[in-house]
Protein backbone atom coordinates (compact mmCIF):
# COMPACT_ATOMS: atom_id res chain seq x y z
CA UNK A 1 0.00 0.00 0.00
CA UNK A 2 1.26 3.51 -0.95
CA UNK A 3 1.58 5.08 2.46
CA UNK A 4 2.73 8.64 4.19
CA UNK A 5 3.73 8.74 7.83
CA UNK A 6 4.79 11.73 9.61
CA UNK A 7 6.13 11.89 13.14
CA UNK A 8 7.76 14.34 15.22
CA UNK A 9 5.74 17.12 16.40
CA UNK A 10 5.02 18.71 19.52
CA UNK A 11 4.88 21.47 21.49
CA UNK A 12 8.14 23.63 20.97
CA UNK A 13 9.14 27.04 22.45
CA UNK A 14 9.79 29.78 20.31
CA UNK A 15 13.54 29.76 19.03
CA UNK A 16 13.48 26.31 19.51
CA UNK A 17 14.56 23.00 16.88
CA UNK A 18 12.24 20.50 15.52
CA UNK A 19 12.92 17.67 13.14
CA UNK A 20 9.82 15.71 11.63
CA UNK A 21 10.12 12.60 9.56
CA UNK A 22 7.78 11.33 6.82
CA UNK A 23 8.50 7.37 6.67
CA UNK A 24 7.04 6.37 2.94
CA UNK A 25 5.96 2.88 1.97
CA UNK A 26 4.93 1.52 -1.28
CA UNK A 27 7.16 3.85 -3.19
CA UNK A 28 10.53 5.58 -3.20
CA UNK A 29 11.22 8.38 -1.60
CA UNK A 30 14.23 9.29 -3.66
CA UNK A 31 12.55 8.43 -7.23
CA UNK A 32 9.97 11.26 -6.60
CA UNK A 33 9.42 14.70 -5.87
CA UNK A 34 8.42 15.20 -2.20
CA UNK A 35 7.52 18.56 -0.33
CA UNK A 36 6.00 19.71 2.57
CA UNK A 37 2.49 21.49 3.40
CA UNK A 38 1.52 23.11 6.43
CA UNK A 39 -1.75 24.47 7.56
CA UNK A 40 -2.34 26.53 10.18
CA UNK A 41 -4.95 26.10 13.05
CA UNK A 42 -8.53 27.30 10.71
CA UNK A 43 -6.88 28.45 8.23
CA UNK A 44 -5.37 27.15 4.96
CA UNK A 45 -2.77 25.08 2.58
CA UNK A 46 0.76 26.36 2.83
CA UNK A 47 3.63 25.18 0.48
CA UNK A 48 6.93 24.77 2.97
CA UNK A 49 9.23 23.49 0.97
CA UNK A 50 9.96 20.69 -2.08
CA UNK A 51 13.09 17.98 -2.95
CA UNK A 52 13.43 16.98 -6.11
CA UNK A 53 14.42 13.26 -6.89
CA UNK A 54 17.82 14.51 -8.29
CA UNK A 55 18.26 16.36 -5.20
CA UNK A 56 17.67 20.15 -5.64
CA UNK A 57 15.53 21.77 -2.93
CA UNK A 58 13.61 25.20 -2.35
CA UNK A 59 11.66 26.84 0.04
CA UNK A 60 8.85 29.52 0.76
CA UNK A 61 9.94 32.59 1.75
CA UNK A 62 8.81 32.13 5.27
CA UNK A 63 10.65 29.43 6.21
CA UNK A 64 14.08 29.91 4.33
CA UNK A 65 16.86 30.02 6.12
CA UNK A 66 15.32 28.15 8.50
CA UNK A 67 14.27 24.91 7.76
CA UNK A 68 16.09 22.05 6.06
CA UNK A 69 14.40 19.60 3.63
CA UNK A 70 16.17 16.33 3.21
CA UNK A 71 15.99 12.09 2.84
CA UNK A 72 17.40 9.50 3.80
CA UNK A 73 17.66 6.86 1.13
CA UNK A 74 18.43 3.90 2.85
CA UNK A 75 15.12 4.78 5.59
CA UNK A 76 12.80 5.51 2.67
CA UNK A 77 12.13 8.74 4.42
CA UNK A 78 11.91 12.40 3.93
CA UNK A 79 13.01 15.07 6.93
CA UNK A 80 11.88 18.43 7.92
CA UNK A 81 14.55 20.21 10.20
CA UNK A 82 12.63 23.25 11.52
CA UNK A 83 15.12 25.93 13.48
CA UNK A 84 14.56 28.95 15.21
CA UNK A 85 10.87 28.60 15.24
CA UNK A 86 8.29 30.96 15.62
CA UNK A 87 4.57 31.19 16.99
CA UNK A 88 3.25 31.76 13.28
CA UNK A 89 4.84 28.09 12.53
CA UNK A 90 2.44 26.63 14.45
CA UNK A 91 0.59 24.00 11.96
CA UNK A 92 -0.49 20.75 10.98
CA UNK A 93 2.66 19.59 8.88
CA UNK A 94 1.91 16.72 5.64
CA UNK A 95 4.25 15.30 3.63
CA UNK A 96 3.11 14.85 0.29
CA UNK A 97 4.40 13.09 -2.92
CA UNK A 98 4.00 15.14 -6.20
CA UNK A 99 2.56 12.68 -9.22
CA UNK A 100 3.57 11.93 -12.11
CA UNK A 101 3.02 9.68 -15.27
CA UNK A 102 4.75 6.36 -15.98
CA UNK A 103 7.65 8.59 -18.24
CA UNK A 104 8.48 10.66 -15.70
CA UNK A 105 6.53 13.34 -16.63
CA UNK A 106 5.45 15.44 -13.08
CA UNK A 107 1.96 17.34 -12.82
CA UNK A 108 4.17 19.96 -10.93
CA UNK A 109 1.77 21.23 -7.51
CA UNK A 110 -0.30 18.40 -7.93
CA UNK A 111 0.08 15.67 -4.56
CA UNK A 112 -1.24 13.06 -4.98
CA UNK A 113 -0.50 11.32 -1.80
CA UNK A 114 -0.80 12.87 1.58
CA UNK A 115 0.35 11.65 4.86
CA UNK A 116 -2.32 12.12 8.20
CA UNK A 117 -0.37 15.17 8.91
CA UNK A 118 1.75 15.87 12.29
CA UNK A 119 0.80 19.08 14.77
CA UNK A 120 3.62 21.56 15.70
CA UNK A 121 3.10 23.99 18.21
CA UNK A 122 5.38 26.58 19.09
CA UNK A 123 4.41 28.33 22.08
CA UNK A 124 6.28 29.33 25.84
CA UNK B 1 3.42 35.27 -2.78
CA UNK B 2 -0.59 36.17 -2.22
CA UNK B 3 -2.79 33.11 -2.22
CA UNK B 4 -5.07 32.63 -4.60
CA UNK B 5 -8.46 34.19 -4.08
CA UNK B 6 -11.48 31.65 -3.48
CA UNK B 7 -15.29 32.39 -2.10
CA UNK B 8 -14.97 31.46 1.72
CA UNK B 9 -18.18 29.53 1.12
CA UNK B 10 -20.73 28.12 -1.46
CA UNK B 11 -23.67 25.83 -1.26
CA UNK B 12 -26.23 24.01 -3.23
CA UNK B 13 -28.61 21.20 -2.75
CA UNK B 14 -28.44 17.66 -3.23
CA UNK B 15 -28.76 16.93 -7.13
CA UNK B 16 -27.37 20.48 -7.86
CA UNK B 17 -24.11 21.88 -9.46
CA UNK B 18 -21.66 24.42 -7.85
CA UNK B 19 -18.95 26.09 -8.97
CA UNK B 20 -15.92 27.42 -7.12
CA UNK B 21 -13.44 29.75 -8.29
CA UNK B 22 -9.82 30.43 -8.09
CA UNK B 23 -8.24 33.79 -9.23
CA UNK B 24 -5.06 34.27 -9.34
CA UNK B 25 -2.56 36.33 -11.52
CA UNK B 26 -0.36 36.11 -15.43
CA UNK B 27 1.96 35.08 -12.77
CA UNK B 28 0.52 31.75 -12.07
CA UNK B 29 -3.02 30.47 -12.90
CA UNK B 30 -2.62 33.02 -16.06
CA UNK B 31 0.24 31.39 -17.32
CA UNK B 32 0.48 27.54 -16.67
CA UNK B 33 -1.55 24.67 -17.20
CA UNK B 34 -0.66 23.68 -13.41
CA UNK B 35 -3.79 23.99 -11.31
CA UNK B 36 -5.19 21.39 -8.67
CA UNK B 37 -7.89 21.20 -6.47
CA UNK B 38 -8.13 19.34 -3.40
CA UNK B 39 -10.54 18.47 -1.10
CA UNK B 40 -10.55 18.68 2.52
CA UNK B 41 -13.40 17.19 5.09
CA UNK B 42 -12.80 18.31 8.60
CA UNK B 43 -10.00 16.75 10.69
CA UNK B 44 -8.37 14.70 7.29
CA UNK B 45 -5.91 15.48 4.75
CA UNK B 46 -6.58 16.83 1.66
CA UNK B 47 -7.35 14.34 -1.10
CA UNK B 48 -6.36 15.37 -4.42
CA UNK B 49 -9.50 16.26 -7.17
CA UNK B 50 -7.92 17.61 -10.02
CA UNK B 51 -4.53 17.97 -11.76
CA UNK B 52 -3.21 20.35 -14.75
CA UNK B 53 -7.18 22.12 -14.89
CA UNK B 54 -8.88 19.49 -15.86
CA UNK B 55 -8.00 15.96 -15.66
CA UNK B 56 -9.16 13.23 -12.42
CA UNK B 57 -7.32 11.10 -10.99
CA UNK B 58 -7.99 7.48 -11.00
CA UNK B 59 -10.91 7.05 -8.40
CA UNK B 60 -12.68 10.66 -8.43
CA UNK B 61 -16.31 10.29 -9.63
CA UNK B 62 -16.98 12.05 -13.40
CA UNK B 63 -19.22 14.69 -11.18
CA UNK B 64 -15.90 16.76 -10.26
CA UNK B 65 -14.71 18.71 -13.57
CA UNK B 66 -11.90 21.95 -13.78
CA UNK B 67 -11.50 24.79 -15.90
CA UNK B 68 -9.91 27.75 -16.93
CA UNK B 69 -10.23 31.34 -18.20
CA UNK B 70 -7.91 33.57 -18.09
CA UNK B 71 -6.16 33.93 -14.63
CA UNK B 72 -9.52 32.00 -13.24
CA UNK B 73 -9.83 28.34 -13.04
CA UNK B 74 -12.69 26.53 -11.71
CA UNK B 75 -13.70 23.93 -10.06
CA UNK B 76 -17.84 22.19 -10.60
CA UNK B 77 -19.42 19.89 -8.54
CA UNK B 78 -22.53 18.65 -10.44
CA UNK B 79 -24.89 16.27 -9.14
CA UNK B 80 -24.32 17.40 -5.62
CA UNK B 81 -24.20 15.18 -3.06
CA UNK B 82 -24.16 14.93 0.91
CA UNK B 83 -20.74 13.28 0.55
CA UNK B 84 -18.74 16.06 -1.44
CA UNK B 85 -19.41 18.78 1.85
CA UNK B 86 -15.92 19.66 2.53
CA UNK B 87 -13.18 22.47 2.31
CA UNK B 88 -12.02 22.68 -1.18
CA UNK B 89 -8.13 24.02 -2.36
CA UNK B 90 -7.04 25.42 -5.40
CA UNK B 91 -3.48 25.43 -5.96
CA UNK B 92 -1.36 26.62 -8.41
CA UNK B 93 2.33 26.38 -10.05
CA UNK B 94 3.72 29.92 -9.52
CA UNK B 95 6.87 31.28 -11.27
CA UNK B 96 8.44 32.87 -7.88
CA UNK B 97 7.59 30.30 -5.29
CA UNK B 98 6.75 26.89 -7.09
CA UNK B 99 3.00 26.13 -5.83
CA UNK B 100 0.44 28.32 -4.15
CA UNK B 101 -2.85 27.69 -2.60
CA UNK B 102 -5.65 29.37 -2.82
CA UNK B 103 -7.66 30.47 0.70
CA UNK B 104 -10.02 27.42 1.02
CA UNK B 105 -13.97 27.54 -0.18
CA UNK B 106 -15.97 25.59 2.60
CA UNK B 107 -18.84 23.96 0.62
CA UNK B 108 -22.08 23.05 2.36
CA UNK B 109 -25.18 20.58 0.73
CA UNK B 110 -27.93 22.09 2.27
Known amino acids: EVQLVETGGGLIQPGGSLRLSCAAS????????MSWVRQAPGKGLEWVSVIYSGGSTYYADSVKGRFTISRDNSKNTLYLQMNSLRAEDTAVYYC??????????????????WGQGTMVTVSS | QSALTQPPSVSGSPGQSVTISCTGT?????????VSWYQQPPGTAPKLMIY???NRPSGVPDRFSGSKSGNTASLTISGLQAEDEADYYCSSYTSSSFVVFGGGTKLTVL
Open chain 2, 52 to 54: EVS
Open chain 1, 96 to 113: AREGHDSSGYYYVGAFDI
Open chain 2, 26 to 34: SSDVGSYNR
Open chain 1, 26 to 33: GFTVSSNY
